[in-house]
């Protein structure tokens, strides 16, 4: 069995997931769908339409201030490294992006390759940074000059995902601005 460089490091430092990420895919393998599951925080796990080669999760929801929550969003896409995209939403407007990861400066000493980085988007990298202040807008027209992929209608690409692997964009919402437009989304 062929396997990245990347995973035998990574195995050996403890990442089991990552050997299974860089083993080439059988044609043959048993797909399994695990239903999603979210934690108090908003995380979540097993959004992936198929474990047995891929994760989607998310980390912990943010609390920005100002009605706003951020979350990293974190796939391998059955790849040999790790993408991450930043969820911002403004729950006093109930709207949300998605804005995918650029490539690193720096790679983490520790764990898989970071292929697409939410770090790389934010000072002192980057010019994203986010504010009591920050609209969805203002993230959609710095991600259109700084040619960044980025996702406008996240409650669109959520719907777009089977029933079981959806998670709640604006869980953040409901966390932390219970009272708010996006918390009744």
């Known amino acids: 069995m062929k396997l990245c460089a990347v ?59 100002g009605g706003r929550t951020g979350q990293i969003i974190e796939t391998n896409g059955g790849s040999c490294g790790l993408f991450q995209s930043l969820l911002f939403v403004d729950c006093t407007r109930g709207e949300a992006i998605m804005v995918n990861g650029i490539m690193p400066v720096t790679q983490p000493e520790d764990g898989m390759d970071v292929l697409e980085s939410t770090r790389a988007l ?3 990298d980057g010019p994203l940074a986010l504010t009591p202040a920050t609209s969805v807008a203002e993230i959609a ?45």
Not at 166 to 179: A, L, N, S, T, V
Request: hydrophobic share 40%; with cysteine.
């Open 7 to 65: 995973a035998i490091a990574t195995a050996l430092t403890a990442a089991p997931a990552a050997l299974w990420a860089c083993t080439p895919i059988d044609p043959n393998r048993t797909i399994f769908d695990n239903p999603v599951v979210i934690a108090a925080d908003g995380s979540f796990d097993g959004a992936s339409e198929d474990e047995s080669v891929s994760f989607l999760r998310g980390n912990p929801v943010r609390d920005i201030g």
């Open 122 to 124: 934010q000072p002192p």
């Open 141 to 185: 027209a710095l991600a259109r000059r700084q040619v960044w992929r980025f996702e406008g209608d996240v409650p669109g690409m959520i719907a777009r995902m089977s029933p079981q692997n959806r998670y709640d964009p604006f869980i953040g919402c409901k966390i932390y601005y219970p009272g708010s437009a996006g918390a009744l989304i």
